[in-house]
């Protein structure tokens, strides 16, 4: 079965720092990839997704992730963090035959002033 | 934009309760779900539908039940709420291979 990991579950970054979050999937075949942000008492946003092609992917908010078969991950950056990115982030994986979304147990990020 | 609509931010009900959340999305999409998500756990897959009438089982299905008499509506239902189904609900839609969820504000609910 298709699982994902978040090994972090709080980060703190400085305000103007990078950030990178880990995600690490298991599954087969090349599956669908997503992250999502969820500020709280809020739903959650779509940031990127990745499908095939290119694996750098763009997203909204200046966020990207790479895709990296061979160590099956799919880390989330961003050069310089804005206090507005405090939230949780949630790595997501999906096969391609199906619809299902199978969801990492989140990170949260801090940023300090 | 499409927009998931979820009746209720926050409910509270007691014990023994039925208790029915609703979703409404606005796009015409195929596939609905329902995730709870708890600190430390993420989110998990309580039901999903791929067609109005259609539903299956997802990863926590025991103690809820749905309904998706329409195609836009995706109802919940606690058929006998109890305090360890406390939790934050979240409805979800989707439409064709390739493209993310698109997610509701959420429902907290808290069984007392």
């Known amino acids: 079965a298709q699982s994902v990991t978040q090994p972090d579950i709080h980060i703190t970054v400085s305000e103007g720092a990078s950030l990178e979050l880990r995600c690490n999937y298991s599954y087969g075949a090349t599956p669908y990839l997503f992250w999502y942000v969820q500020s709280p008492g809020q739903g959650l946003q779509l940031l990127l997704k990745y499908f095939s092609g290119d694996t750098l992917v763009q997203g909204i908010k200046g966020f990207e992730a790479e895709f990296k078969r061979s160590q099956s991950s799919f880390n989330l950056r961003k050069p310089s963090v804005h206090w507005s990115d405090a939230a949780e982030y949630f790595c997501?994986?999906?096969?391609?035959?199906?619809?299902?979304?199978?969801f990492g147990t989140g990170t949260r990020l801090l940023v300090s002033p | 934009d499409v927009k998931v609509t979820q009746s209720s931010r926050y409910l509270v009900k007691r014990t023994g309760e039925k208790v029915f959340l609703e979703c409404v999305q606005d796009m015409d999409h195929e596939n609905m779900f329902w995730y709870r998500q708890d600190p430390g756990l993420g989110l998990r897959l309580i039901y999903f539908s791929y067609d109005v009438k259609m539903k299956e089982k997802g990863d926590i299905p025991e103690g809820y039940s749905v309904s998706r008499e329409k195609k836009e509506r995706f109802s919940l239902i606690l058929e006998s709420a109890s305090t360890n189904q406390t939790s934050m609900y979240l409805c979800a839609s989707s439409s064709g291979t390739g493209y993310g969820y698109t997610f509701g504000s959420g429902t907290r609910l808290t069984v007392v």
């Open positions: 997501a994986v999906r096969n391609t035959g199906f619809q299902k979304l199978v």
